[in-house]
């Protein structure tokens, strides 16, 4: 799960940069165009856009400039979160409750969320999706559980052992949007991996809602409940990064929030540009830009449910990417007039609408499936669905994406809520060198190196010897300041008799 429009912090959003690379593409309606870098002209009374990549034989990095892709422009975003980040770092409680009341309508007293309002919450929540919620959170352990490794120990030599040990993060904070939708799923996905990796303490953050009192959404709070979660604060946006990078104190310099060691979850851009600013204070998990899905397709795919899967992305976000990729002509026709038709009855069709018509969204023609698997890997989806005669094989074919979904019964919305995996997923290409949260990102591998005096012993002249390539001697008086005498034979060679 990409950047789920989250509103906080609305105000001041800087321009987008315009488009990448250059390809023909054709938009439905007979209207024709060329991307450039400058950016693509569009057609205002067209959904989607086809990009014919049919007779062209790219690289795979000349592919990846002409895929499409949402317009961030990160750094921008940058300029408008130092400030706020420094703020929270200046003057912590005060600061946190002003940015708050200047972007999410609310003027809090305290940032945290009372205990009672998590009973509260739980108590009143609706019982079919509080069954959808255990559902989903039972699924979700029974897939991270197996994720947890166990300690190894390796005998390098005699007497000499490297064992490495995984050792949970002590406190971590995660966030949960709270823009244009709510998402208690991805409190669920949050929560979960990092309970399994056995982190002591965790910290749930979501935006002040004008409409619940300044709480977070309740169905939000439930979840938390759901999930043993007592230590929730109602702060969205860059504040709610660097309120958990930096920790925050009251005036009198009371500590009010703790900070935490890793910050995880998806949000908007300025979400993303506090978690690029404060990157080193904190580990992250990934920046999250904004959701996407690509799929591959062939004739056996079904036009509805194709068209289906692809706006129910495009609903999370007027900015979220929806691609579909295939060699038949016939099949994307067919996804045009079905989503021409679903598109009108969805709830959130003018959401859903700007994503579909925006740069970030096409219809890909290519030659055949051998070249869509090169557009797939070259466009690195978050969510990666396959409809084609053969999608388990092709499937395990694939290298760049955060998630596969194999076949018609395996839609991206399962995946969202209860397939048991884990939806916040790398976006914008990340994918080809990032991979999923997971209870790993919640874990550190630690080598503990053990060698006794003889293992050390034996192998004390290549480290000298190193150490001297490397001009830098002390490296190796470390080693023979241990040993004042020669250094005893290897263990390997056999002792001289004794003298008569």
């Given at each position: 799960?990409?950047?789920?429009?989250?509103?906080?912090?609305?105000?001041?959003?800087?321009?987008?940069?315009?488009?990448?690379?250059?390809?023909?593409?054709t938009?439905?309606?007979?209207?024709?165009?060329?991307?450039?870098?400058?950016?693509?002209?569009?057609?205002?009374?067209?959904?989607i856009?086809?990009?014919?990549?049919?007779?062209?034989?790219?690289?795979?990095?000349?592919?990846?400039?002409?895929?499409?892709?949402?317009?961030?422009?990160?750094?921008?975003?940058l300029?408008?979160?130092?400030?706020?980040?420094?703020?929270?770092?200046?003057?912590?409680?005060?600061?946190?409750?002003?940015?708050?009341?200047?972007?999410?309508?609310?003027?809090?007293?305290?940032?945290?969320v009372?205990s009672?309002?998590?009973?509260?919450?739980?108590?009143?929540?609706?019982?079919?999706?509080?069954?959808?919620?255990?559902?989903?959170?039972?699924?979700?352990?029974?897939?991270?559980?197996?994720?947890?490794?166990?300690?190894?120990r390796v005998?390098?030599?005699?007497?000499?052992?490297?064992?490495?040990?995984?050792?949970?993060?002590?406190?971590?904070?995660?966030?949960?949007?709270?823009?244009?939708?709510?998402?208690?799923?991805?409190?669920?996905?949050?929560?979960?991996?990092?309970?399994?990796?056995?982190?002591?303490?965790?910290?749930?953050t979501?935006?002040?809602?004008?409409?619940?009192?300044?709480?977070?959404?309740?169905?939000?709070?439930?979840?938390c409940?759901?999930?043993?979660?007592?230590?929730?604060?109602?702060?969205?946006?860059?504040?709610?990064?660097?309120?958990?990078?930096?920790?925050?104190?009251?005036?009198?310099?009371?500590?009010?929030?703790?900070?935490?060691?890793?910050?995880?979850g998806?949000g908007?851009?300025?979400?993303?540009?506090?978690?690029r600013?404060?990157?080193?204070?904190?580990?992250?998990?990934?920046?999250?830009?904004?959701?996407?899905?690509?799929?591959?397709?062939?004739?056996?795919?079904?036009?509805?449910?194709?068209?289906?899967?692809?706006?129910?992305?495009?609903?999370?976000?007027?900015?979220?990417?929806?691609?579909?990729?295939?060699?038949?002509?016939?099949?994307?026709?067919?996804?045009?007039?079905?989503?021409?038709?679903?598109?009108?009855?969805?709830?959130?069709?003018?959401?859903?609408?700007?994503?579909?018509?925006?740069?970030?969204?096409?219809?890909v023609?290519?030659?055949?499936?051998?070249?869509?698997?090169?557009?797939?890997?070259?466009?690195?989806?978050?969510?990666?669905?396959?409809?084609?005669?053969?999608?388990?094989?092709?499937?395990?074919?694939?290298?760049?994406?955060?998630?596969?979904?194999v076949?018609?019964?395996?839609?991206?919305?399962?995946?969202?809520?209860?397939?048991?995996?884990?939806?916040?997923?790398?976006?914008?290409g990340?994918?080809?060198?990032?991979?999923?949260?997971?209870?790993?990102?919640?874990?550190?591998?630690?080598?503990?190196?053990?060698y006794?005096?003889?293992?050390?012993?034996?192998?004390?002249?290549?480290?000298?010897?190193?150490?001297?390539?490397?001009?830098?001697p002390?490296?190796?008086?470390?080693?023979?300041?241990?040993?004042?005498?020669?250094p005893?034979?290897?263990?390997?060679?056999?002792?001289?008799?004794?003298?008569?």
């Amino acid at each position: 799960m990409g950047s789920r429009g989250d509103a906080t912090e609305g105000a001041d959003r800087p321009a987008p940069t315009q488009g990448r690379g250059t390809a023909t593409a054709t938009y439905h309606g007979g209207v024709q165009t060329t991307l450039v870098t400058s950016g693509a002209t569009e057609s205002v009374d067209t959904l989607i856009r086809t990009l014919d990549l049919r007779g062209r034989h790219l690289e795979h990095r000349e592919l990846r400039g002409v895929v499409p892709r949402a317009e961030l422009d990160v750094e921008a975003a940058l300029a408008i979160v130092r400030p706020i980040c420094d703020d929270v770092r200046a003057r912590g409680v005060a600061a946190v409750l002003d940015a708050t009341e200047r972007f999410d309508g609310v003027r809090l007293t305290h940032p945290r969320v009372p205990s009672q309002a998590l009973v509260d919450a739980l108590a009143t929540l609706d019982p079919a999706v509080r069954a959808a919620l255990e559902e989903s959170i039972r699924r979700a352990r029974l897939v991270h559980a197996d994720q947890r490794r166990t300690d190894s120990r390796v005998q390098v030599v005699p007497g000499g052992s490297v064992t490495e040990r995984w050792v949970p993060v002590e406190r971590v904070g995660l966030y949960v949007p709270g823009g244009l939708a709510v998402y208690p799923s991805s409190v669920v996905m949050n929560v979960v991996p990092a309970q399994e990796a056995g982190v002591e303490q965790i910290v749930v953050t979501s935006p002040a809602q004008k409409d619940f009192d300044g709480l977070p959404h309740p169905t939000i709070l439930a979840a938390c409940a759901l999930l043993g979660v007592q230590e929730v604060y109602a702060v969205g946006g860059a504040q709610a990064v660097a309120m958990l990078a930096y920790g925050a104190r009251d005036e009198d310099g009371t500590l009010v929030v703790p900070s935490v060691d890793i910050v995880t979850g998806p949000g908007n851009i300025y979400v993303a540009a506090a978690k690029r600013l404060l990157k080193g204070v904190i580990g992250i998990d990934s920046e999250a830009g904004p959701t996407e899905i690509g799929i591959l397709a062939d004739d056996t795919a079904v036009p509805a449910e194709v068209a289906a899967d692809l706006i129910s992305q495009a609903e999370h976000d007027p900015m979220a990417g929806a691609v579909l990729i295939t060699p038949s002509t016939r099949l994307a026709d067919a996804v045009v007039a079905e989503l021409t038709r679903q598109v009108a009855t969805t709830k959130h069709s003018e959401r859903v609408t700007t994503a579909l018509s925006g740069p970030q969204s096409a219809i890909v023609l290519v030659d055949d499936l051998e070249a869509g698997m090169q557009v797939v890997d070259a466009y690195a989806a978050e969510h990666l669905e396959i409809h084609t005669v053969d999608a388990r094989e092709r499937a395990a074919r694939v290298r760049n994406a955060g998630a596969v979904f194999v076949g018609r019964w395996a839609p991206v919305s399962l995946g969202d809520y209860c397939a048991g995996s884990n939806h916040v997923l790398p976006t914008g290409g990340c994918a080809c060198h990032s991979g999923g949260l997971s209870v790993q990102t919640f874990l550190r591998g630690i080598h503990v190196v053990d060698y006794d005096e003889q293992a050390l012993s034996d192998v004390a002249h290549h480290v000298v010897a190193l150490a001297n390539a490397e001009d830098l001697p002390a490296h190796g008086d470390a080693v023979t300041v241990r040993f004042p005498a020669t250094p005893s034979a290897p263990r390997s060679a056999a002792a001289p008799a004794p003298a008569p």
